[in-house]
């Protein structure tokens, strides 16, 4: 009955910026490692970066250094600031929840970035 619900995305020139953030329609726990993936047309869906639920964080190497992972335990929310934007970030961003005791996965309905001048 949980959904993800995603919000931030949107047209931004390259160069700059977005926030995207995702969270639970209901309260869920804390027990999940979070995520956020893309897929740009006839392209695989790819893993962009993940936080665990300590808190660690890695990366594709394609974001390194532009991209920042963060979450809101109490808010249950899962952030992902993009800087520096190219072109080859334009994509559909999906969050995830992976709960880490039964593997159960939801995922957020997308949203769409397009990084164009």
């Known amino acids: 009955q949980v959904q993800l619900v995603e919000s931030g995305g949107g047209l931004v020139q390259p160069g700059g910026s977005l926030r995207l953030s995702c969270a639970p329609s209901?309260?869920?726990?804390?027990?999940?490692?979070m995520g956020w993936y893309r897929q740009a047309p006839g392209k695989q869906r790819e893993l962009v970066a993940r936080?665990?639920?300590?808190?660690?964080?890695n990366y594709a190497d394609s974001v390194k250094g532009r991209f920042t992972i963060s979450r809101d335990n109490a808010k249950n929310t899962v952030y992902l600031q993009m800087n520096s934007l190219r072109s080859e970030d334009t994509a559909v961003y999906y969050c995830n929840f992976h709960n880490i005791y039964n593997a159960y996965d939801y995922w957020g309905q997308g949203t769409q970035v397009t990084v164009s001048s």
């Open positions: 936080i665990s639920s300590g808190g660690s964080t």
């Open positions: 209901r309260s869920i726990s804390s027990n999940y490692a």
